[in-house]
């Protein structure tokens, strides 16, 4: 049971290139988010969809952009790297009423 | 602004020990309640919810809540090397967005 994979794992971007971090859930969640983790800090909420073609921003969103097609599927994109987007990126999944969240194991982004 | 505070540590309790991890929030309609580990290096893992005034016990680790002071504790009983972790707190809000704390350090001394 797979349950939420990331990919890439690790990433170095140059400064203004683009990306996109992929998350896929085999668990048929409704629910899916988007955190970055800086050094030494809490996750926090980037983007976050309850169900496929609704999604909605959370605390830090400038600079990210998403889409939800699909149940499974909840890609990030970043479309002008900036430095201050260098941060381990994790994406995850719940559903029910205890909403408890499932995390993927993050994909390490460096932008230099 | 919704904030979750935590003492960032480090906390040290020989093993064995009571380890006492703290967590405040400010946003009083604040539904649920979470406990997350989190090893160096990795993605964070749930080890308890609670959503109601009250204690929560699920085998060495219980939850404490008490909403009228906006307080969520974690006690971790016969502390183990492997309970070194950072521990973040988590707090969810109306429209399904969560916040964390900044995590407590956690080490176990053998």
């Known amino acids: 049971n797979a349950g939420v994979t990331q990919t890439p794992k690790f990433r170095i971007l140059k400064i203004g290139q683009s990306m996109t971090l992929q998350c896929t859930q085999d668990?048929?969640?409704?629910?899916m988010y988007w955190y970055r983790q800086d050094p030494g800090m809490g996750l926090k909420l980037i983007y976050y969809?309850?169900?496929?073609?609704?999604?909605d921003k959370g605390e830090v969103p400038n600079g990210y952009n998403v889409s939800r097609s699909t149940t499974e599927d909840f890609p990030l994109r970043l479309e002008l790297a900036a430095p201050s987007q260098t941060s381990v990126y994790f994406c995850?999944?719940?559903?029910?009423?205890?909403?408890?969240?499932?995390f993927g194991a993050g994909t390490r982004l460096s932008v230099l | 602004q919704k904030e979750v505070e935590q003492n960032s540590g480090p906390l040290s309790v020989p093993e064995g020990a009571i380890a006492s991890l703290n967590c405040t929030y400010s946003?009083?309609?604040?539904?649920?309640f979470f406990w997350y580990r989190q090893y160096s290096g990795k993605s964070p893992e749930l080890i308890m919810s609670?959503?109601?005034?009250g204690d929560k016990e699920d085998g060495r680790f219980t939850a404490q809540l008490n909403k009228a002071s906006q307080y969520v504790s974690l006690l971790i009983r016969d502390s183990q090397p492997s309970d070194s972790a950072t521990y973040l707190c988590?707090?969810?809000?109306?429209?399904?967005?969560?916040?964390f704390g900044t995590g407590t350090s956690l080490t176990v001394i053998p």
């Open positions: 995850a999944s719940s559903q029910g009423l205890e909403n408890i969240q499932y």
């Open positions: 969809s309850v169900g496929a073609g609704i999604t």
């Open positions: 668990m048929n969640h409704n629910y």
């Open positions: 988590a707090v969810k809000v109306a429209g399904n967005q969560f916040y």
């Open positions: 609670i959503y109601s005034n």
């Open positions: 946003d009083r309609v604040s539904q649920s």
